[in-house]
Structure formats: structure tokens, C-alpha cells
């Protein structure tokens, strides 16, 4: 879209409910960027180990020092992150960085830094973002808010299906499933539905059909703000 104000898109939902997955597919179906907010946190986790720093040494201040090195660069559909100004997406999907990236997420100085971050994105294009407290706490006005929930078993199936790259077995979902809602207790006061949100059960759905419902959803709104 041209002229305006800009349409932002807000998906929200647990650990492994496919929100990044979606509201990638969501922004190439509209033309519009996916910002994926987990990515920041990877960033400047993956910026933080370079440093040689440990871990259990890390503080909000120490990790926002790092900020500078740490940037988006628009893409057709996407931001790439920039660690010192190179793509860095192998990296940041790394086991180190997997491994810390929950750690970073938690800290209040750093959820304000990638908040901001993506809201700057969001004033110069029309964008798809997911991950916590988007709906709520980083666009409230969102013009479209929605929230994604699925059963803990199947999102820990889903989860090992793109990891493994097989038909995971019982046990190995069973495992997975205790990690889900171990890590969806410690996320619960992080991971709020908004009031206005349009919430979606993606339990029996194909990852096709709740990306098929979410552009439907996005189309009428953008057709009632817009009249496009």
C-alpha cells in the first residue's frame, strides 16, 4: 500500500504454535513483510556470544551494549537480520544461540529494545509480525490481531516433524509435549490473548488452511480501512 497509515498484522500465541511459519506465508500471500520478532532476540544472543562473555554473566545493560551491532534489512516479503552488518540466519538458528535465546527474552530491557526494533520496521511498510505481547503490549491498534493456540501434543508433533524430518514417535512427542507446557507455564504472563484478538484453534487445521483464514480475515479488514 502506498500513502496512509501503515497495516500491521499482529499474530500471537504460545511456544510452537507456528506463528513465524504463518506469518511468513500470511505476508507473501498479502505483498506485505514478515517481521519476525524472535529473530532480534536470536541476533543479539548470537552478537552477546561472540563477545566470549558466559551466560550466566549476562545483564539487560551488557546485552543492549550489543544492540548497535544488530539490525533488519528489508527484504521482498522479509527483514533479514545483520549481525555486523552480514546475514547471520545460520547462526541464529544455531544450537548455541537456541540454547541462551530464552534466557535474553526474559530480560525487560531487552523485550523493550526488540519492541522497538520492530515498530520502527512497521512505520515504513505494511507488516506481519508474530511473537509475544505483539497484540497487546507493542500494537495495541493493530489492525488485525490474531491468536493462535493448538494442543500441546500436536504442536510438540509439529515441532519434531520439522526438526526430525520423520513421523516422530510416541515417546519422543511425549517428551516434547512435557517441554511445551513447561515452557508455556514459564511464558504465561508473557503470552496474553488481546481482548480484541480473533483467536484460532489450529489443532485439525493444515498450516494452508489457518493461513488461508488469517488472509480472509486480513483482506476484509484492509478492504474496510482502506477500501482496497
Do not use: C
Request: hydrophobic residues 40%.
Amino acid at each position: 500500500m502506498s500513502g496512509g497509515p501503515r497495516t500491521v498484522i499482529a499474530i500471537d500465541g504460545p511456544a510452537a504454535s507456528g506463528k513465524s511459519s504463518t506469518a511468513q506465508w500470511v505476508a507473501e500471500r498479502l505483498a506485505f513483510r514478515h517481521v519476525d520478532s524472535g529473530s532480534l532476540y536470536r541476533g543479539l544472543t548470537a552478537a552477546m556470544l561472540r563477545t566470549g562473555a558466559t551466560p550466566e554473566r549476562w545483564t539487560g545493560a551488557s546485552l543492549l551494549e550489543q544492540g548497535p551491532r544488530v539490525a533488519l534489512r528489508p527484504e521482498s516479503t522479509s527483514f533479514t537480520v545483520l549481525l555486523d552488518g552480514e546475514p547471520s540466519e545460520e547462526e541464529i538458528r544455531g544450537s548455541r544461540v537456541t540454547e541462551h535465546v530464552s534466557q535474553v527474552a526474559r530480560m525487560p530491557e531487552v523485550r523493550v529494545w526488540v519492541n522497538d526494533r520492530v515498530r520502527e520496521a512497521a512505520r515504513s511498510h505494511d507488516v506481519v509480525v508474530d511473537g509475544r505481547d505483539m497484540g497487546t503490549a507493542v500494537f495495541p491498534d493493530a489492525s488485525l490481531k490474531i491468536f493462535l493456540i493448538a494442543d500441546p501434543w500436536e504442536r510438540a508433533r509439529r515441532r519434531l516433524v520439522q526438526r526430525l524430518g520423520r513421523r516422530p514417535l510416541d515417546a519422543e512427542i511425549a517428551e516434547e509435549t512435557d517441554q511445551i507446557v513447561t515452557r508455556d507455564a514459564r511464558d504465561a504472563t508473557q503470552t496474553v490473548q488481546a481482548a480484541d484478538a480473533v483467536l484460532l484453534d489450529t489443532t485439525f487445521l493444515t498450516q494452508e488452511e489457518q493461513v488461508e483464514r488469517i488472509v480472509a480475515l486480513a483482506r476484509a479488514v484492509t478492504h474496510r480501512l482502506h477500501g482496497t
